[in-house]
């Protein structure tokens, strides 16, 4: 009976943090976006990173392809997953130019598999983290699928979740085996989160 009632929770909360992010303005989202590229950029951690894995943003996430299109300028290395039929899993791709990307999976942009190398070892790099919400201690909201929490559990890089300040709460209910981010940067601050 907790399972579902936890489920009914998150539902519930995803339903409140998608209507926030469908009726905000578009200007104030562009300038939280570049807020939250600003901070990202300026870390440490990217800096001292050469491999970036990151999800290609959809119309109500922080916008990922600003982000994506500075990694190339810093001559970095990025990784895009790619969803994989059939299974709750996903594949990082290495994309060098934006003709690398097609419409796949819940109409999200994924890497070509034919056209990208498949990165095979996640023992490093930065990840950014999407989430529909994050709380205090770096624990995500996502869409449900469970795509990334498979994903997070076997990566060893350092992670970064990026997400609107009006859409963090304090506390977000989470179950033992998921797994928080390292750092979590909104339009607002940069707030580490686990070591």
């Known amino acids: 009976m907790y399972v579902k009632d936890i489920r009914i929770v998150k539902n519930n909360l995803r339903a409140k943090y998608k209507k926030i992010r469908t009726e905000m303005n578009p200007k104030r989202k562009q300038a939280m976006d570049a807020e939250i590229q600003s901070r ?29 299109r500075a990694a ?75 795509y990334y929490d498979r994903f997070l559990s076997q990566f060893q890089g350092v992670t970064v979740g990026i997400c609107y300040s009006n859409c963090t709460q304090w506390k977000l209910p989470h179950g033992r085996y998921d797994k928080p981010v390292n750092l979590l940067i909104t339009d607002k601050y940069i707030r580490r989160t686990s070591p």
């Open 72 to 146: 190339w300028a810093n001559r970095k290395q990025v990784a895009a997953p790619r969803c994989v039929p059939g299974v709750i899993d996903m594949e990082f791709y290495l994309i060098k130019g934006e003709e690398d990307l097609e419409p796949g999976m819940f109409g999200v942009l994924e890497p070509v598999p034919e056209r990208c190398q498949k990165v095979t070892d996640y023992s490093g790099g930065i990840c950014i983290v999407p989430g529909l919400s994050f709380d205090a201690g770096g624990f995500r909201l996502g869409y449900g699928k469970g």
């Open 40 to 68: 990202l950029l300026s870390l440490h951690q990217y800096a001292q990173n050469d491999l970036v894995f990151t999800y290609v943003s959809k119309d109500i996430e922080v916008e990922t392809m600003a982000l994506i």
